[in-house]
């Protein structure tokens, strides 16, 4: 079945720098990538996705990329703020149609 | 539209007793699932149905049923519960899944499990 790897698990950026936070998946016939942010006690909500015949996708502050051949993809939040501060999970949908998420990266911005 | 609701919000079970959290859903999603979360392990699938009728394991099954009489309706059964279960449980819905398609899991609010 599909294996999708995170990192980092933390990462702490002061406010206005950019974030970065990384994945890999196993089974190439995956095709969707979503990213999901938790904030503390709540449930994990979409921030966006991308389908696997799209290299790059924005939205505002937020951007996702995509690496087919070498099945990576990452997530993008520039000039952080306070309330950016969460868990971030990124997840891939593969041949089961079921959706695999990474092991989570808490985001930490300081003021 | 209430979209999912899980009840309850907290549970505290003694090892060996069983229970079944409640799983709702007001879009007429085909798709649902449980996952737990764990500290570190991020969100795993316990069980999913693709519809009324339908159910199928996913990555941690084990010490968990679930049924699928009705399309809003999808709750998850503790048999025998046991400390390893202490965990938060999520309940998702979501449309069919097309391929390349957008695939957007609506998640409860979750429920808090405590075995002791």
């Known amino acids: 079945g599909e294996n999708v790897e995170q990192h980092p698990s933390t990462l702490s950026v002061q406010e206005g720098d950019s974030a970065v936070i990384k994945c890999t998946y196993s089974d190439s016939a995956s095709n969707y990538f979503p990213w999901y942010k938790q904030e503390l006690g709540k449930r994990p909500q979409l921030i966006i996705d991308?389908?696997?015949?799209?290299g790059e996708k924005k939205d505002q502050r937020i951007a996702v990329t995509l690496n087919k051949t070498a099945k990576h993809f990452s997530l993008h939040i520039t000039e952080t703020q306070p309330e950016d501060s969460a868990v971030y999970f990124c997840?891939?949908?593969?041949?089961?149609?079921?959706?695999?998420f990474g092991s989570g990266t808490q985001l930490t911005v300081l003021p | 539209n209430a979209g999912v609701t899980q009840t309850p919000k907290f549970q505290v079970l003694k090892t060996g007793q069983s229970m079944t959290l409640q799983c709702a859903q007001d879009m007429n999603h085909e798709y649902m699932s449980w996952y737990r979360q764990d500290p570190g392990m991020g969100l795993r699938l316990i069980h999913y149905s693709v519809g009324a009728g339908i159910t199928d394991q996913g990555e941690v099954p084990n010490g968990y049923n679930v049924s699928r009489s009705t399309t809003e309706d999808f709750p998850l059964r503790l048999l025998s519960a046991a400390p390893s279960q202490t965990s938060v449980y999520f309940c998702?819905?979501?449309?069919?899944?097309?391929?390349?398609?957008?695939?957007?899991?609506?998640f409860g609010p979750g429920t808090r499990l405590t075995v002791t």
């Open positions: 997840a891939a949908v593969g041949s089961a149609r079921q959706l695999t």
């Open positions: 998702a819905s979501s449309r069919r899944p097309v391929a390349g398609g957008p695939y957007e899991q609506y």
């Open positions: 991308i389908r696997s015949n799209v």
